[in-house]
């Protein structure tokens, strides 16, 4: 009964992103809703789009095996994230009139570091993509009672998801992201109050946490742990900044306010939500202390699936994996639409000039094939848990694309020349400390790859300028005029 009522919600959903695929006739569709979404549904996009497998599955789990410090960057960080980027970069990037954040970096900077920002953002996606469809196998084995294998859960996942995000591009997600918010806000309070009750209240998972330690949030007074909480932080906070998926998002919107306060209100909202699993998971310990403690020693992503499994009646288990499930859909759909967007309009449209809008639009719709196909072989191929897969998959963006963006916006005297020397230090100095640091460097490598991203950015910028580089074009963009700059003045 449980699996066939799942199946029946996927068939919905599926069904739901294929009539929104009706409205999509060109590439604006495709990949920013043609800019007419209102303030209810960015919202909504922005709050299902972060709230994944690692909210529901991997944060919980994280935080049984530490503390509230060892989660310091998702939730906050990511919640950080979308609200920095309401506040500090949804207005001047909205009025760029952009399809994609990699646009950004060519009309700042030029076509080299269009393509070297691109192509980190795009392999950003890997890990997170891949996080929500080992997240659907897991998902699809626990509730068939493991007559489905996990693999097997993940290509059929895979296949559904990959369907209704192929045809219905962002107005897809953007429908389905609706629903599923909706989904997922009302199962979660439904099962938090069910654990609430069998474990006599809140305050008594809360008292029990606090006895533990588990609510030690800042790191002890070493040197060693500060950087390595820092590096934790700011790995989401700012390196999801620079990120397609964000971005798309911000232009989706049908007005500037809207871009600015749907992800301000998304983010808090995900932040206050992504408490509820976490309060789950803890419960777990104190209704099932034996199960949890097997799943610690086994795979303790496990553990809120098989407490709503042994310990819950048959209503409650389809409230959760519906809302499970929708948090994964609404997640995984996002993120494989938006680095197919931004390979096909950054890397591959610029190679074919002569594309017409309707063969740009094909071109996005095969590359979100190939891209998704991509990401389902890494992810049967991966060995790291849900959180650890989303959690490393921004280092690259934090060391290569954070710097440029935000000096782009907000510094005039940054250069082509900056940018470029901002992404070689910051790569170069994150993949040295990997490789040459040993196992457990003093200094993080992606905090030390950011600061030498910041030294970069500044040295290039204001020692002698070999690039030709034009200021007046950070003028325009905070003037809004930057959607009217011509081809020759963006690679000037």
Not at 58 to 80: E, M, Q, R
Not at 129 to 154: E, K
Not at 163 to 176: D, K, P, S
Not at 440 to 447: R, Y
């Amino acid at each position: 009964m449980l699996l066939s009522l799942v199946i029946a919600y996927w068939v919905f959903s599926v069904a739901l992103g294929l009539w929104a695929a009706l409205r999509v006739k060109n590439t604006s569709d495709f990949a920013v809703a043609g800019r007419h979404l209102p303030f209810y549904m960015v919202t909504a996009t922005v709050f299902a789009t972060w709230f994944g497998s690692e909210a529901v599955l991997g944060i919980p789990a994280t935080f049984i095996d530490g503390n509230l410090g060892s989660i310091v960057a998702d939730p906050f960080g990511a919640a950080l994230c979308l609200i920095f980027v309401g506040i500090f970069f949804a207005a001047p990037l909205y009025r760029m009139k952009l399809l994609t954040i990699g646009d950004f970096y060519k009309r700042r900077y030029g076509r080299p570091v269009e393509v070297m920002t691109t192509l980190a953002i795009v392999m950003s996606y890997l890990g997170w993509v891949g996080a929500q469809l080992m997240a659907l196998g897991l998902v699809f084995h626990v509730v068939s009672d493991g007559a489905i294998s996990q693999t097997a859960g993940m290509c059929i996942g895979f296949a559904s998801i990959l369907i209704y995000t192929l045809f219905g591009g962002m107005w897809a997600v953007a429908i389905t992201d609706l629903v599923q918010m909706v989904v997922i806000v009302l199962g979660l309070i439904y099962i938090g109050g069910e654990v609430s009750e069998m474990v006599g209240g809140v305050a008594v998972v809360v008292d029990h946490a606090a006895a533990a330690g588990k609510l030690g949030f800042w790191p002890e007074a070493d040197l060693k742990e500060v950087l390595a909480f820092i590096a934790a932080a700011i790995t989401l906070m700012l390196g999801s900044i620079p990120q397609q998926d964000v971005f798309q998002r911000v232009q989706s919107a049908k007005s500037e306010k809207i871009a600015v306060w749907g992800s301000i209100t998304g983010g808090v909202l995900y932040l206050l939500f992504a408490m509820i699993p976490l309060f789950i998971g803890y419960a777990a310990t104190l209704i099932a202390p034996d199960m949890v403690k097997e799943m610690m020693a086994s795979d303790t992503q496990l553990i809120l699936p098989s407490l709503v499994m042994q310990h819950m009646p048959l209503i409650a288990q389809v409230v959760f994996f519906g809302a499970l499930l929708s948090a994964i859909k609404g997640c995984a759909s996002a993120t494989l639409l938006a680095p197919s967007v931004s390979f096909a309009e950054n890397i591959l449209k610029p190679m074919l000039p002569t594309l017409t809008d309707k063969q740009l639009l094909r071109l996005m719709q095969l590359v979100t094939l190939v891209f998704g196909f991509c990401t389902l072989a890494y992810a049967l191929n991966s060995e790291s848990t849900i959180f650890g897969m989303v959690e490393n998959a921004y280092q690259i963006t934090l060391v290569a694309a954070f710097i440029p963006l935000a000096f782009g916006v907000y510094w005039r005297k940054a250069t082509n020349q900056g940018a470029l020397l901002s992404i070689a230090f910051g790569v170069a100095t994150w993949q040295a400390i990997i490789w040459l640091g040993g196992d457990d460097p003093l200094v993080p490598a992606h905090l030390a790859g950011l600061v030498a991203s910041l030294v970069g950015m500044l040295l290039g910028s204001l020692m002698p300028q070999y690039l030709m580089h034009d200021h007046q074009v950070h003028d325009k963009l905070h003037r809004g005029e930057m959607a009217h700059l011509s081809e020759e003045q963006s690679h000037s």
